[in-house]
């Protein structure tokens, strides 16, 4: 977890110098402006992100974790084709389109990794449900070894041994 909060602080960061950009860009033009929907998005998502992995009782499911890294995510890769498709016309620093595509595969990393745990959990889980639903239904599971238990009855013999 501490590696995704340097992460996310390294996001954080970025975020600090596209909203400098941001204010470069409003000089040279109106649609040098449009990024900047894109770069507030990306500061709440990071913001979210945040908020949920500090502080010893906060807690994020794997699942919602992975729904804010694949926003994240989404969000990064339309800032990407933004940057890329007017780098030169609205003067965009390589120092910043540098950093920017660092973070966003920092973030599809991530994305990738929260999201196969989101999955391989739901997985689990299912598996523990079956588990509880034919137990509860007398399938099994009673016995030393899992199976059904010993049933039936056994005679005591009669009479002095």
């Known amino acids: 977890m501490t590696g995704m909060r340097v992460t996310v602080a390294a996001l954080a960061g970025s975020l600090l110098g ?26 709440d998502i990071v913001a979210k992100v945040n908020a949920a992995s ?5 807690k994020i499911t794997a699942a919602a974790a992975c729904t804010l890294f694949t926003r ?5 890769n339309e800032g990407m084709k933004w940057i890329t498709a007017n780098k030169d016309w609205c003067s965009i620093p390589d120092s910043f389109v540098e950093g920017f595509k660092a973070d ?18 739901a997985a689990m889980e299912k598996k523990a449900r079956a588990m509880q639903a034919q137990q509860q239904q ?5 016995g030393l ?11 005591v013999p009669q009479g002095a041994l």
């Open 72 to 76: 994240l995510q989404a969000n990064g």
């Open 104 to 121: 966003h595969t920092k973030v599809t990393s991530l994305r990738g990794k929260v999201c196969n745990a989101a999955q391989q959990q």
């Open 18 to 43: 596209a909203t400098l950009l941001g204010g470069a860009a409003q000089a040279q033009g109106a649609d040098c402006t449009t990024i900047q929907k894109t770069l507030t998005e990306r500061k």
């Open 54 to 58: 500090q502080g010893k009782k906060a």
């Open 138 to 142: 007398g399938g099994g599971g009673g």
């Open 145 to 155: 070894l899992g199976g059904p238990g010993l049933t039936g009855s056994f005679r």
